[in-house]
Every structure is written in C-alpha cells, then in structure tokens.
Nanobody, 128 residues
C-alpha cells in the first residue's frame, strides 16, 4: 500500500520556522515530481511548492517565495519543506503530494490531481 506520511507540523510564533517532512512508502517516487499544498479553515486547498523528479526544478507560490524551500532526498524517498519567517496566514493543514507520472518534463501545480498520491496532512499553526 502506497503511503505518504507528513510530519513536523506544530505551533510556532510568527517569524519562527518549521521543517515539514514527507516520507513515502510502498513504492519509490524517485522518478516523480512531488509537492506541498495547504488548506486553511474555510478555504480551498492551495499550491505551496513543487520539485521535479530530478530536483533540478523548483516551483513556489508567490505567497511563500523567498520564505519556504522545498527539497528532496531520493535515498530516503522523502520530500521536505523548510518554512521560515512564518506568518499567521500560513496557518493551515499542509499536504504532501506525489505525481503519478514518471519523468514528467514539466512542473506545474496541475500535475497533482485527485488521481495522484496524497498524504493525510499535518497541522501548522502560526500565532501572532
């Protein structure tokens, strides 16, 4: 059974940092793009960041550019999200996602749909 398990969420003060991890099991995602999304209460899920299968291409939402950094460790079948300078508006449940297409040549939030792989989410709360 394929699973994506997020960890590292929690409560932090504004201006603080957190590092989210997403560990995959059941299959390897070394050849798949991976990404992070988030959903705040009463809002739709939104794209945060993505990384290509090779790690050479990165994509960020404008709201997190310059503050968040996505990375991956294929040896550990994992993807990470380093979040710095956190703001109260970053409060949300953060989800890890894996594109089901191998060696996808493009990187776009549209890669991650309902037919792809998703984790259960980890709560991030930023207090003011």
């Amino acid at each position: 059974q394929v699973q994506l398990v997020e960890s590292g969420g929690g409560l932090v003060q504004a201006g603080g940092s957190l590092r989210l991890s997403c560990a995959a099991s059941g299959r390897t995602f070394n050849s798949n793009a991976m990404g992070w999304f988030r959903q705040a209460p009463g809002k739709e899920r939104e794209f945060v960041a993505a990384i290509s299968w090779s790690g050479s291409r990165l994509l960020y939402a404008d709201t997190v550019k310059g503050r968040f950094a996505i990375s991956r460790d294929n040896a550990k079948n994992s993807v990470y999200l380093q979040m710095n300078s956190l703001k109260p508006e970053d409060t949300a449940v953060y989800y890890c996602a894996a594109d089901s297409t191998l060696f996808d040549p493009i990187l776009t939030p549209a890669l991650f749909g309902s037919s792809d792989y998703w984790g259960q989410g980890t709560q991030v709360t930023v207090s003011s």
